[in-house]
């Protein structure tokens, strides 16, 4: 019963994927602009504080543009993966202050939001859709009706 297989996005999951990477682009860009003008507009003539503003604001638009090209990778992918079986495992991955909840799936770490992770236990039967390069869960749920003991 546990197969993973390659399947391509479906228009709506595209359009989702394209929404998000455009929409996280435009925030970043447009908090950069606003804190770029209002830095050089009343700290020009303290160059200390307007370097220290400026700075910053350049790596979060590299951190921008990281984001746009992760969602953009999977985008133009235009596929992703499907698994349907038993969940072998779960975890929570912890990075500093903030922590993120995941499933092995396979070979694969998939990146599930917090409600999902406490929905479902080992070996409890699923169907997960999940991106191709980024692993983040497009969509899941609890295979019903299959009695683990007849598969093999």
Request: with cysteine; aromatic share 16%; net charge positive.
């Given at each position: 019963m546990n197969e993973i297989t390659i399947e391509n996005l479906t228009q709506k999951e595209l359009k989702n994927l394209k929404l998000f990477k455009n929409i996280s682009f435009i925030v970043y860009s447009?908090?950069?602009?606003?804190?770029?003008?209002?830095?050089?507009?009343?700290?020009?003539?303290n160059t200390e504080i307007m370097w220290g503003t400026?700075?910053?604001?350049?790596?979060?638009i590299a951190f921008a543009s990281l984001v746009n090209y992760v969602f953009g990778r999977d985008y133009?992918?235009?596929?992703?993966?499907?698994?349907?079986g038993e969940l072998s495992e779960k975890y929570v991955?912890?990075?500093k202050k903030k922590h993120s909840y995941c499933f092995k799936i396979g070979e694969h770490n998939v990146n599930v939001k917090a409600y999902q992770y406490q929905a479902y236990e080992p070996n409890d039967l699923i169907e997960i859709h999940f991106t191709y390069y980024s692993k983040?869960?497009?969509?899941?749920?609890?295979?019903?009706?299959i009695n683990p003991d007849m598969t093999s």
């Open positions: 447009v908090v950069i602009v606003v804190s770029i003008i209002v830095t050089i507009l009343y700290y020009n003539k400026l700075i910053p604001s350049l790596f979060i133009k992918a235009g596929k992703k993966y499907v698994y349907k991955d912890f990075h983040n869960c497009i969509f899941l749920e609890a295979l019903a009706g």
